[in-house]
């Protein structure tokens, strides 16, 4: 079958910069991708139009993935079939801790909302199905972050940008690393008032068959002194990993 040359083209482009942490230049594109300097500008001009790619502006203009490249992924991924495997599960936690309960999956340094599932008297939330934040300040981001192979952990944290939401939030990369020690030892992360300065979420991992880190787990709820957020760690982790087990997952991490 032949195949059509530009649209390959396109596709090595957008591969090529959603590999690439700091973005990619028009140089990098033809010099990585031998392609020839016009061909490559009309197809990333024409991908920044559609959305596909975002255009940074510098001394030298650099292209990272877009917002609509973003949206394809999550309509692919609410479309894969594990998602009806977890949905009821993750539902009836949520009723059974009475706290709202999300699914999120790894998009570039952000972790993306792919399910949400609240309690009948649900606490009002900011995170919506298809929002996405920052990794190093969720504790859905954190878990994906400590138990992905080290080069995509590299990859990811390279990426970061460290903003202050609240005092509470991880400041620099030593910080979050020294967390992510942390993760690894317990099996579940806290956002500890860190996005915002009344909630308080754990999250644990999930794992897809293979044993690599599928996406995450968390219960959110208003923060309150008198609760053991320790206690509901260890019950998001034990949830995490039934979830782990429902999707073929039959190791120990």
């Not at 973005?23 to 020839?36: H, I, R, V």
């Not at 016009?38 to 920044?48: G, K």
């Not at 998602?83 to 340094?109: M, Q, R, W, Y």
């Amino acid at each position: 079958m032949k195949l059509n040359r530009t649209t390959q083209r396109t596709v090595e482009i957008l591969k090529l910069i959603s590999r690439t942490s700091e973005g990619a230049t028009l140089d990098d594109l033809c010099e990585k991708l031998g392609l020839p300097k016009t061909s490559a500008y009309d197809i990333v001009t024409t991908l920044a139009e559609m959305g596909m790619v975002n255009v940074t502006r510098g001394q030298k203009q650099k292209f990272t993935i877009g917002l609509m490249a973003y949206r394809i992924g999550v309509n692919y991924t609410n479309n894969l079939d594990f998602i009806g495997i977890i949905e009821p599960v993750l539902k009836a936690f949520s009723k059974e801790v009475g706290k709202t309960v999300f699914f999120g999956i790894p998009s570039d340094h952000h972790v993306v909302y792919i399910c949400k599932f609240e309690p009948e008297n649900p606490i009002i939330t900011t995170a919506t199905v298809g929002s996405k934040n920052p990794m190093y300040c969720t504790s859905l981001g954190k878990v994906i972050l400590a138990y992905s192979s080290e080069e995509a952990r590299e990859q990811m944290i390279n990426r970061l940008k460290f903003i202050q939401f609240t005092e509470r939030t991880i400041k620099n990369r030593g910080q979050l690393l020294e967390e992510l020690k942390k993760v690894r030892e317990r099996g579940y992360a806290f956002d500890a008032r860190e996005m915002e300065e009344h909630m308080q979420c754990v999250g644990a991992p999930v794992f897809d068959r293979d044993g690599n880190v599928l996406g995450a787990i968390s219960i959110s709820s208003l923060y309150k002194p008198s609760d053991d957020y320790e206690a509901l760690g260890q019950l998001v982790s034990r949830k995490g990993m039934e979830v782990s087990r429902l999707l073929g997952f039959l190791g120990k991490i």
